[in-house]
Nanobody, 120 residues
Framework: QVQLVESGGGLVQAGGSLRLSCTAS????????MEWYRQAPGKQRELVAT???????GYADSVKGRFTISGDNVKNTVYLQMNSLKPEDTAVYYC??????????????WGQGTQVTVSS
């Protein structure tokens, strides 16, 4: 019912930058929030950044000051600008949205993930 497609991952040297994109499509009535999570090998998936439909944002402490989340409500797209990347940012990054295909009935949808690798 809702599909999320991520792009922009890749290999970058420490100190470099990448920009991730995620677009939601399908029979969407409303999106309440969109988020980026990441999961490194052997670790639990963790929340990286959140943006609500009103534009409020939140970040994990580990990325504050380096990552910026932004969104385009018209295109149902969220971006994650990642600067000053560190090897510990290496992970699969997943897009997530809290959306409704029926008015008032929100649930979470996940993208397939995009690999980000930061070399030292």
């Amino acid at each position: 019912q809702v599909q999320l497609v991520e792009s922009g991952g890749g290999l970058v040297q420490a100190g470099g930058s990448l920009r991730l994109s995620c677009t939601a499509s399908g029979s969407i009535v409303s999106i309440n929030a969109m988020e980026w999570y990441r999961q490194a090998p052997g670790k639990q998936r963790e929340l990286v950044a959140t943006i609500t439909s009103s534009g409020s944002t939140g970040y994990a402490d580990s990325v504050k000051g380096r990552f910026t989340i932004s969104g385009d409500n018209v295109k149902n797209t969220v971006y994650l600008q990642m600067n000053s990347l560190k090897p510990e940012d290496t992970a699969v990054y997943y897009c997530n949205c809290y959306a409704a295909v029926v008015a008032g009935a929100f649930r979470r949808y996940w993208g397939q993930g995009t690999q980000v690798t930061v070399s030292s």
